[in-house]
C-alpha cells in the first residue's frame, strides 16, 4: 500500500454566481495550468452566496453577477478592499428550445397571447432576473407575460425550466444561452442593451482568506487583457 | 406573514397528508400483513424517496414530468400544460417526498399487533379487508397519528422539491417556506423571524390539539 | 358432522389425529401440550399443516381460509377487540343487522352492565362471556372453545352450559371443547374424546374415558 | 461519483443516526411511559424542527450558534471557532432536524404496548429504566428500526440545513446531496445521474440488508 | 403475614376489603366479577386506591410502587416476555445469578424441553408453568397466582401444587390464589376466603367455606 501520496494541490474556494458556470468551465483549468492553483467552485443566486459570505462561510473570494451583493459583502467589512471591483458585464438573452413552437426566435413572441410559461432568475436574488424584469417592462411585455412568469432560485436553474421544456422561453444570461449544451438544445436573441440597467459583475477577496495573493491571482488573470479580450466569446463584455 | 402562502401551504399540506393517507395505509397493511416476498423489496423501495436530496428529486420530476419523457408528454396531452409550476405538480412532489413518513411508522405498528386479535375477527367470518379495516387499523391509530403528522409537518416545512418544481408563482406554488427562504435571503430578518415565529405558532398549536386529546382520552384508564 | 384428518408437526411430537364428531358437545380431553389447541385451530384454518383434511357436513372445507369456514375459536384470552366497546364486538359479526339480538345476547350471558365498557375494564369472567356471546352472534356452524369456561365460577358455568345447550338445540350447531376440568366435562359432555401420544385414544361418554380422574377427585372431596 | 463526498454523507448519517437513537430513545420513553402531564407538551415541540424548511431551520442554527449569540459565543470560547461550517455543527443540525423522526414512531410503538408485560416485569422487581432497556425497547424493535431507518435516509438526503450551515466545504462539509445538487446546477447531468443512480443503489443495497433479515426471520413463525 | 385494608371503586360497585393472611396457602374465592383480581392487582401496587394499606409482615408497603414491593401477580395470560425464550424469561428475575437454578425451575415445573423456545410456540398450560417458574425465581415473600393453575391438567396441577407446597416449606412465603376451581381449592387451600358484595364474609377451611359446591359437586359424580 506504498502509493506515494499526491503532492498537495493549492485549492482556492470560489464562490461565484451562476452565469459564471460555463465561464469558469472553460477558464478554471487555463488557470490551473498556468498557476497550479485549483478552483473548487460553489455557484449560486449572488444573493444566497453573499449571504453566506456575511455569515462567515469560507470562501476566499466572490464573483458576483452585480455591484450591488458584492458592495454587500464589502459593507459588511469583510472585504480586502475597500469597493467591489468590476469583472465583466453581462448580458441578456431570450432562450428557447429547438423544438419550440417559438422557432424562429425573436423578441416579439413575447406578445404572443397564447404563452404558457415564462422563466426568469429571482428578481430578488439573482441580478438576471432583475435584469430580466426590467427589460421586460421597458419593452412594454410585462403585462402579457406577468402572469406566465416563472421563477428559478438562479438564472442557472431559470435556463433549466426551458432547458427541461417546462417553460417555454427564458430570459437568461448570454453565458449559459452560448455554453454547448445550449447552443446545441436551442436558440437565442439579445435583449437590446438599454431596455435593462447594465449588468455590472463584481468580486471581491475575503478579508478572512488565509491566501489573498492567490484569491488576487485569479481575480487579475479574469482581469488580464488576454481574458478580457476572450469574455465576448463567453457571452461577456470585457470591462474596459 | 404572507397569508395567500400559508394558505396555500396549509392546503398543500392537508392535500398531500390525505392523498397519503389513503395511498399508505393500504401498501402499509400490504407491506406488514401480506404473504408475498416481493413485499421486502417494495419496503425497500419506499424508503428510497428520501435518500436524494428533496432538490434533485424535484429535478428528476422536473425531467420525468415534463415533454421530455414519454410520461410527461401524455400528462401533457391530458391536461394541455406540464405539471411543473402548478399546484398538482407540488402534490405529485410532496406525496412521493413524504410516502415513507406515510407508510413506514404504520407498517411498524401493524407488525406489532398482537395476531390473536386478527385471527378472532378472521374466524368470526370477517374478510381480510374488513379484518383491515375495521380491526387492524384501529388497533394502530397512535401510529396512523404520528404518520400524518410526520407526514402534515414535513410537507409545511418542504421546500426543495418546492423549489424545483414550483417556480414560486405567488398564490398557486409559492409556499410559506419559500417566501421566509426569500426573506431571510433579501436580509428580511425582522419579517422571516415574524413568518417563522407565525409558523411555529400555529404548529405548535395544531399538535398540542393532535396530542391534547390524548391528554383527555388517557385519563379513562386503569 | 365433522370429520378431521390431521396430520402436521407440533414442537418434537407429529400429530396424528382422526376425530368424527356427531354429537352436539364434544369435550376433548388431554394433557398440558398434548396438542389439543393444535387440533382446534386446524379445525378453524388458523394452522395449516399440508396432510390435513376437514369436513363439515360432508363439505371439504379444507382450503377454505379462516374467514370463509367461519368457525369461531372462543380461547381463554377472548381477544375481545380493544378499541370497542362490549357490545360493539358482538356487533362485530352481526354487521349492523339488528342490535336487538345483540342486546338479547348480552343478557343471555348475564353481562348487559358491561354493554358499554370497553375490554379493558372487564373482569376475566366477563371478558370470557362476551366472546362466547359474540361467536354465537356469527351463527356458526360449529363452536370451538379452548378453556373458555374456565374463568367462571360453579354456579355461572352451569348456567351457560344450559344457555348453550338451549342455542345447540335450536341452531343444530356443534360445540367441541377442550378444558381440563373434570366437572365443566361432566355437565356439558355428550361425548369426551382422549387425545394422547399424539392421538386420539378413546371415544365415549365422559363417565368411562375419564374413570380415573373422577376417582382422584372423589377422594379429594372425602368420600 | 465524488468518493470524498459519498464517505463524508455516510458518516454524517451514521453519527447522526446514533446520536438520536441515544437522545431518542429515552425521551420517547419518557413521552409514552412516563406520567407527567408536561410531556404532551414536549411532544408537540419535538415535532416541530420539520414544519421550518431546512433552509430556515439551518439560517437561525448559523445565526444561534454564531458570535452573534451568548450560546454560540460560549461555543465559539470552547471550540476555539464556531460551529458552523464544520462537521460537528452539521450533526447538530441534522439531529435536530431528524428529531421528529427519530422520536414519533417510537413513541407510537411504545403506546400500543400490552401494559402486561410491563406490569409482569415491575412485579419481578425490575426498575423503571430496567422494564424500559429490556422489555419495552425489544417489545418496539420493529419502530426502532423504521425510525433509524427514516432517520439515516433523512440524512443522506439532507440538503438544506447542510447547505446553510456547511458552506460546502469539500470533504469536510460538502455532502453527496450538495455535491449532486451542484451536478444539476451545473447541468453536469451524466454525473448526477451517476451519483443519483450510485445512491439508490447503495440506499436499496442498504435496506435490503435491513428488511431482508425479517425475510428469514419471520419465516420461523407458525 | 399479610394485611390489607382496601377501599376502592370497580366497576358500579366499591370494594371494601379486609383481608387477614396468615395461613401458607389461601384461596379467594367468589363470583365471576366480584373483584378478586382488582385485589391480587391492589397487593401487587398495579392499582392504586388513595385509601388503601398493605402489610407485608408488619411492614407498610403501601406506598411502595410494584417494582419495590416484588410481589409477583402469575395470571393466566402468564405474561411471558415474549422475545425471550422461556429459560431467558426465567433469568429475568435472577439478574444473570447462576444460571442452575433457572434449569433446576425449568425441570421442577416440568418444563425443560420448552427451554430455548419463546412463548408464541408454548401450550397454554406450558406458557403457565414457565411464568409460575419465573415468579418463584425472583424469590418473593409473597406470591399472587389469578387463576394460574386452571390451564393445567389434574394430574399435573396436583403435582404442581405440591412442588409449591414444597417451596414455600422451604421459604416461608405466602401464596394468595383465586380460582374458580373447586378441586384445586381443596388440593391447595390452608384457608378460603370468600369474596361476596364487595366484602370479605367468610374465612376459613376450604370444607366448611364451600361445602355448597361441594354437593353441588358430588352430585354431579353422581354420588
Ligand atoms: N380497570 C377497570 N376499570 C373499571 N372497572 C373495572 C376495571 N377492572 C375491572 N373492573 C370492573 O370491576 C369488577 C371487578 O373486576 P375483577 O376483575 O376484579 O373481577 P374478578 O373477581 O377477578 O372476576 P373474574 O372471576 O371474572 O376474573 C368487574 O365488574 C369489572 O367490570
Ligand atoms: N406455533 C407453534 N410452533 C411450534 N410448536 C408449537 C406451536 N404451538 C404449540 N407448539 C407445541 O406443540 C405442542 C402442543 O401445543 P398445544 O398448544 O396444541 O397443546 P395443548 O394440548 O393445547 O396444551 P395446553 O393444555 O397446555 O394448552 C406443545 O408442546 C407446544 O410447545
Ligand atoms: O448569476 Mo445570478 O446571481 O443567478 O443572476
Ligand atoms: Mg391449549
Ligand atoms: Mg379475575
Known amino acids: 500500500q506504498a502509493k506515494p501520496a499526491p503532492k498537495p494541490k493549492t485549492e482556492l474556494h470560489v464562490a461565484s454566481a451562476a452565469d459564471m458556470q460555463p465561464v469558469f468551465e472553460v477558464l478554471a483549468p487555463y488557470f490551473e495550468r498556468k498557476t497550479g492553483i485549483h478552483l473548487v467552485i460553489n455557484y449560486g443566486a449572488s444573493s444566497v452566496l453573499s449571504e453566506q459570505m456575511i455569515s462567515g462561510a469560507p470562501a476566499d473570494i466572490f464573483f458576483s453577477a452585480d455591484y450591488v451583493f458584492a458592495e454587500r459583502v464589502v459593507s459588511s467589512g469583510m472585504a480586502d478592499s475597500t469597493d467591489a471591483i468590476p469583472y465583466a458585464k453581462g448580458t441578456l438573452v431570450l432562450w428557447t428550445r429547438k423544438d419550440s413552437r417559438f422557432n424562429p426566435l425573436h423578441l416579439e413572441v413575447l406578445e404572443r397571447k397564447d404563452l404558457k410559461s415564462v422563466s426568469i432568475a429571482n428578481p430578488d436574488h439573482a441580478p438576471y432576473g432583475r435584469a430580466a424584469v426590467s427589460a421586460l417592462q421597458k419593452m412594454k411585455f410585462y403585462e402579457n407575460v406577468a402572469p406566465h412568469l416563472v421563477q428559478g432560485e438562479s438564472v442557472a436553474q431559470a435556463a433549466q425550466f426551458a432547458q427541461?421544456?417546462?417553460?417555454?422561453?427564458a430570459l437568461i444570461s448570454e453565458t449559459i444561452a452560448t455554453s454547448p449544451k445550449f447552443k446545441n438544445s436551442g436558440s437565442f436573441v439579445l435583449f437590446p442593451t438599454y431596455v435593462y440597467?447594465?449588468?455590472r459583475q463584481c468580486a471581491v477577496v475575503l478579508r478572512s482568506s488565509p491566501q489573498r495573493d492567490n484569491a488576487h491571482k485569479l481575480l487579475d488573470y479574469i482581469l488580464s487583457d488576454e481574458i478580457q479580450a476572450h469574455l465576448a466569446s463567453?457571452?461577456?463584455?470585457?470591462?474596459? | 406573514m404572507d397569508k395567500e402562502a400559508l394558505l396555500l401551504t396549509l392546503r398543500l399540506a392537508t392535500i398531500t397528508t390525505l392523498v397519503l393517507m389513503i395511498l399508505a395505509l393500504p401498501l402499509a397493511g400490504w407491506l406488514a400483513l401480506g404473504r408475498s416476498k416481493l413485499r421486502y423489496i417494495v419496503e425497500a423501495l419506499v424508503a428510497l424517496p428520501i435518500v436524494l436530496p428533496p432538490t434533485v428529486l424535484g429535478f428528476y420530476l422536473l425531467v420525468g414530468l415534463g415533454p421530455l419523457t414519454a410520461l410527461g408528454r401524455t400528462i401533457i396531452r391530458l391536461l394541455g400544460h406540464p405539471l411543473a409550476f402548478t399546484f398538482s405538480g407540488l402534490v405529485v412532489g410532496s406525496v412521493l417526498y413524504s410516502l415513507p413518513f406515510a407508510v413506514q411508522p404504520v407498517v411498524a405498528g401493524l407488525r406489532s399487533i398482537d395476531p390473536r386479535y386478527l385471527e378472532a375477527a378472521q374466524t368470526l367470518g370477517a374478510s381480510p379487508s374488513r379484518v383491515f379495516r375495521a380491526i387492524a387499523l384501529p388497533l394502530v391509530k397512535s401510529s396512523i397519528l404520528a404518520a400524518a403528522v410526520l407526514t402534515f409537518m414535513h410537507t409545511v416545512g418542504e421546500f426543495g422539491v418546492v423549489l424545483m418544481l414550483g417556480g414560486g408563482i405567488p398564490g398557486r406554488t409559492q409556499t410559506l417556506s419559500i417566501s421566509l427562504f426569500d426573506q431571510v435571503q433579501n436580509f428580511d430578518y425582522a419579517a422571516a423571524n415574524h413568518t417563522a415565529l407565525w409558523l411555529l405558532l400555529a404548529?405548535?398549536?395544531?399538535?398540542?390539539?393532535?396530542y391534547g386529546r390524548s391528554l383527555f382520552r388517557r385519563n379513562s384508564d386503569a | 358432522m365433522l370429520e378431521l384428518t390431521l396430520q402436521g408437526e407440533r414442537g418434537r411430537q407429529t400429530l396424528e389425529v382422526h376425530l368424527v364428531i356427531?354429537?352436539?358437545?364434544?369435550?376433548?380431553?388431554?394433557?398440558?401440550g398434548a396438542g389439543k389447541?393444535?387440533?382446534l385451530r386446524a379445525i378453524a384454518g388458523l394452522w395449516q399443516p399440508p396432510a390435513t383434511r376437514v369436513l363439515l357436513d360432508e363439505k371439504d372445507i379444507s382450503h377454505l381460509s379462516p374467514d370463509r369456514r367461519r368457525i369461531p375459536l372462543v380461547t381463554h384470552h377472548a381477544a375481545l377487540f380493544p378499541h370497542m366497546t362490549a357490545r360493539e364486538n358482538l356487533l362485530f359479526p352481526l354487521k349492523g343487522e339488528s342490535t336487538a339480538l345483540a342486546d338479547e345476547l348480552l343478557q343471555r350471558f348475564?353481562?348487559?352492565h358491561v354493554r358499554d365498557s370497553k375490554p379493558a375494564t372487564l373482569s376475566s369472567g366477563e371478558r370470557q362471556r362476551v366472546a362466547l356471546a359474540r361467536a354465537i352472534a356469527s351463527r356458526p356452524r360449529l363452536l370451538l372453545l379452548d378453556e373458555a369456561l374456565s374463568g367462571l365460577d360453579i354456579l355461572l358455568r352451569t348456567q351457560l352450559i344450559a344457555e348453550l345447550k338451549n342455542w345447540q338445540a335450536d341452531s343444530g350447531a356443534l360445540i367441541l371443547s377442550v378444558t381440563h376440568n373434570l366437572s365443566e366435562t361432566l355437565e356439558s359432555a355428550d361425548e369426551v374424546a382422549r387425545l394422547e401420544d399424539s392421538r386420539i385414544t378413546q371415544v365415549g361418554p365422559a363417565r368411562e374415558v375419564l374413570s380415573d380422574r373422577r376417582e382422584h377427585l372423589l377422594h379429594l372431596l372425602g368420600n
Open chain 1, 164 to 169: 427541461t421544456g417546462n417553460a417555454e422561453l
Open chain 1, 197 to 199: 440597467p447594465e449588468i
Open chain 1, 234 to 240: 463567453l457571452g461577456l463584455h470585457p470591462i474596459k
Open chain 2, 203 to 210: 404548529s405548535t398549536i395544531a399538535l398540542l390539539f393532535v
Open chain 3, 22 to 32: 356427531k354429537q352436539p358437545w364434544t369435550v376433548l380431553f388431554g394433557a398440558s
Open chain 3, 37 to 39: 389447541s393444535s387440533i
Open chain 3, 110 to 112: 348475564q353481562v348487559e
